[in-house]
């Protein structure tokens, strides 16, 4: 490696770092290679789980032109791809958004991306185990043929216990390091594939029959996104594709367990959203061939069965046994991505508190498990308390933060885009590659993605959006969104106070950016 290169090197410890440069946390390095890397960033988005619980709503938005909006949902999260390989080549720092976001904008917007991330992330772990919770009780109810056991979900103490015990064996998992994480993975994420795989062919052969007089034969039109009514609606269905391509980023957030970490995680990131756009488009096209987009019966948009497609389609489309299995995929990969969601979260608060910019007693490193154990479990405890608080106190409030959870995906989202063609300006004009692949390509994300954030948080204003419910006239959703980045806000003044040096700019310096020359 040339002198100009300070990226940190296997055995480095803190202090082997250059000064006010990216610093090693005593991960495990060499955990997981290319597909487990891929595998950890498609288990995360939970394919499954969000096509159950996104396909109707889509349908709703903009009826047959899901797969469309599906596409146009997948452009803004590979731009952005582009922008988290490229940063993770010079800087392959678990930090991710926060690190490289300080390191091209200064630390106080470096904090409030990392913030964003933390906080989506809790949201969304609340949301996959309360999804799995219910997932456990239906199937234990379809096993037995008993009524009565799939609605203990209807009973609040035992979702919640439920609930509790999921979010304790996820913790446990990933508090044991990524090779634990890796085996459960492999088994989850190829469940939930093969069986998605099964539903898509049985689908395909099932359009047209008799049995399904609502089906829809296929139209090219389906992938336009100007089939869209009206541009409203391609907004709301474009929150709704954005989100259920959200996670993928987990692959770089284990770059320093990853097996050469400054390429691998971005070839992996590039797999996963190979793999879900693949998955999400075929699945989408199947479904609308065989019940259509209808608001009745089996119609992906009947309201009854939006918000939860599969648990309506499985018997019809694969039979009452094969169908089971839809159930069982559900599960496995809400409770897949439980646990894999662990790692950006845990990694992210890691890398803030080795740069001083969040308590020094979350950078510890568990000695034999090479995790960052307090940090996993501070966020498991987190996200337990946030569902139950939540549960208890309102079904309305937890819709509506999950709701919210748009904004902050758009938000670290797209600092993100622009700190990657920020920090390598002065490297844009020495390639057409360094051109596209660390400006264009990154600039376009990061507007597209400003755009649906700023179209969201003026839809959020109106009290309809979400559950309907409203604050002093505003919007909860809203209230919730913005409320919860200004807590941000709240606790970085707190920590500017105990930690000076990092708010100052000394712990992680903001750099110009350099060529990493090779020897």
Avoid at 178 to 206: C, H, P, R, S
Avoid at 370 to 385: L, N
Wanted: hydrophobic share 50%; with cysteine; net charge neutral.
């Amino acid at each position: 490696m040339s002198q100009l290169d300070v990226r940190p090197q296997a055995g480095d410890t803190v202090s082997d770092a250059p000064d006010g440069g990216v610093r090693a946390k005593g991960l495990g390095g060499n955990s997981v290679g290319l597909m487990g890397s891929a595998v950890i960033g498609i288990s995360t988005v939970a394919p499954v789980y969000c096509l159950t619980s996104t396909l109707g709503s889509t349908a709703g938005e903009v009826g047959l032109a899901m797969p469309a909006v599906f596409l146009a949902g997948f452009l803004p999260m590979l731009l952005v791809a582009f922008a988290y390989r490229e940063l993770n080549k010079a800087m392959p720092d678990c930090g991710t958004s926060f690190t490289w976001t300080v390191k091209a904008f200064g630390p106080r917007i470096g904090w409030m991306c990392g913030w964003g991330l933390v906080i989506a992330t809790i949201i969304v772990l609340s949301n996959l185990a309360g999804v799995a919770t219910s997932y456990f009780w239906l199937l234990a109810g379809e096993i037995t043929s008993n009524d009565s056991v799939a609605a203990l979900d209807d009973n609040k103490a035992v979702h919640i216990l439920t609930c509790l015990a999921l979010i304790a064996a996820a913790t446990a998992i990933s508090y044991r390091g990524m090779t634990a994480t890796k085996g459960v993975q492999y088994a989850l994420v190829g469940l939930q594939l093969a069986v998605l795989a099964i539903f898509v062919v049985m689908a395909f052969q099932k359009s047209g029959s008799a049995e399904f007089p609502m089906s829809a034969d296929f139209s090219w039109s389906w992938l336009n996104p100007f089939a869209v009514k009206s541009f409203s609606s391609f907004t709301a269905g474009l929150s709704l594709a954005i989100f259920i391509y959200w996670g993928w980023d987990a692959c770089l957030a284990a770059n320093e367990e990853t097996t050469g970490s400054d390429k691998t995680p971005g070839r992996a990131a590039l797999i996963a959203m190979v793999v879900l756009v693949g998955s999400y488009l075929a699945t989408a096209v199947a479904a609308q061939m065989v019940v259509g987009s209808g608001t009745k019966g089996l119609g992906l948009a009947n309201p009854d069965t939006s918000d939860n497609v599969f648990a309506v389609l499985a018997g019809p489309v694969m039979g009452p046994t094969l169908g089971i299995l839809l159930f069982v995929a559900v599960l496995a990969s809400a409770a897949a991505s439980l646990q894999t969601t662990f790692i950006p979260v845990a990694r992210t608060v890691l890398a803030m508190s080795t740069y001083e910019a969040l308590p020094k007693s979350y950078a510890r490193v568990h000695p034999r498990f090479k995790t960052p154990g307090r940090a996993t479990v501070t966020a498991g405890i987190a996200t337990a308390v946030f569902y139950t608080v939540m549960t208890l106190v309102s079904e309305h409030v937890l819709v509506d933060t999950i709701y919210a959870l748009g904004l902050m995906i758009c938000f670290y989202y797209a600092l993100t885009a622009f700190a990657c063609v920020w920090y390598f300006r002065r490297d844009l004009f020495g390639s057409v590659r360094d051109f596209v692949f660390k400006g264009l390509l990154p600039a376009l994300g990061g507007i597209l993605l400003t755009g649906v954030f700023t179209k969201t948080l003026i839809d959020m204003w109106n009290p309809e959006y979400g559950s309907g419910s409203s604050v002093f006239g505003v919007g909860s959703v809203f209230v919730i969104g913005v409320g919860l980045l200004l807590l941000g806000v709240a606790i970085m003044l707190v920590m500017s106070r105990k930690s000076p040096a990092f708010f100052r700019g000394e712990v992680l310096k903001r750099d110009t950016p350099t060529l990493v020359v090779a020897d």
